[in-house]
């Protein structure tokens, strides 16, 4: 699953693909009506990537995205700091127990 999530001036959209291993793609979009951070925006788009899956009862899955932060934090290799970025790691985190095996 590739997830990736952006806020600018324009507003916040957010973005998931999950390829199967017979290639084929399933994408999810949404534009979010509510101020987010950049990195507010990269989780909500992990999460609506991960619900995809869930919905397919997809058991493994290899998570790709480009923000460093929250990969480090989803493994917890990364302390997070900022209060209003916890929720959005715990709900990831609680997705993450559907699967059998995940990989980010």
């Known amino acids: 699953?590739?997830?990736?999530?952006?806020?600018?001036?324009?507003?916040?959209?957010i973005g998931a693909i999950l390829v199967s291993e017979t290639g084929q793609h399933y994408l999810v979009f949404a534009k979010l009506m509510f101020p987010y951070t950049?990195?507010?925006a990269e989780?909500?788009?992990c999460i609506l990537g991960l619900k995809i899956p869930i919905d397919m009862n997809?058991?493994?899955l290899l998570i790709s995205g480009d923000s460093d932060l929250?990969?480090?934090q989803v493994r917890e290799e990364w302390a997070t700091?900022?209060?209003k970025i916890l929720p959005y790691l715990h709900h990831?985190?609680?997705?993450?127990?559907?699967f059998t095996k995940t990989e980010f």
């Open 1 to 13: 699953m590739f997830f990736d999530g952006a806020a600018n001036f324009k507003g916040v959209g």
């Open 38 to 40: 950049n990195n507010m």
């Open 43 to 45: 989780y909500e788009a």
């Open 58 to 60: 997809i058991q493994d």
């Open 70 to 72: 929250l990969i480090h």
């Open 81 to 83: 700091e900022n209060s």
């Open 92 to 98: 990831v985190q609680e997705l993450r127990k559907r």
